[in-house]
């Protein structure tokens, strides 16, 4: 049995209201702030390990790192980052308004949504969440969606989803109108650290994009 530990980061106010192109790669930079703290609390991370130096394959997916799996992902609100002894993705999401119907049935089928107990917009966003972690663990873009589906929901924070017929366990949490997905192995445990803003700056200068 293994367990991971995830860090999610609020983003510090007013980086929201930056243009886009600056943002992004301060996100990107932040998420791997995250990887670093996930190393100092993960046990069996080398203690090499450099979150500055980690690369994407020409498919843009993470490379491990001596055996290491990474992911990261980061939005205006919040930056979120995983380490771990196998293939995983991490999603955050914020349960924003009522997503339109176009893109509702675009992500989730009705034999899906009625695997749910959940309201519509919290069903939307479990599924939207598990979906883009589990693309993100197989390296798979957004061409893929199609080839992905909630097999069955667990627990309102536990369910499983596939993508092109391999079956994996997503752990979930929700905080502060934001969801997190984590693609797990079964048994495994998850230990959530939520932080509060860095009260450092990053410098949003000559950043490497995720």
Known sequence: MTTLFPVIRKVPAGLTDLPLPRRQ???SRYA????????????GVPPEF???ALKKDSHGAPRPFQNTWWSVSHKPGYVAAVLSPYTTGIDVEQCASRPAERLLKRILTKSEADLFSSDRLTTFFRAWTAKEAILKTYGAGISKLSQCHIASVISKTRLIASLSGTERLVDQVFFDNHIAALVINPDDNVEWTILPPATDRVSMMNVQED
């Open 50 to 52: 450099d979150a500055t």
């Open 25 to 27: 790669p301060w996100l």
């Open 32 to 43: 791997r702030q995250c990887l670093e703290r996930c190393a100092e609390i993960s046990p």
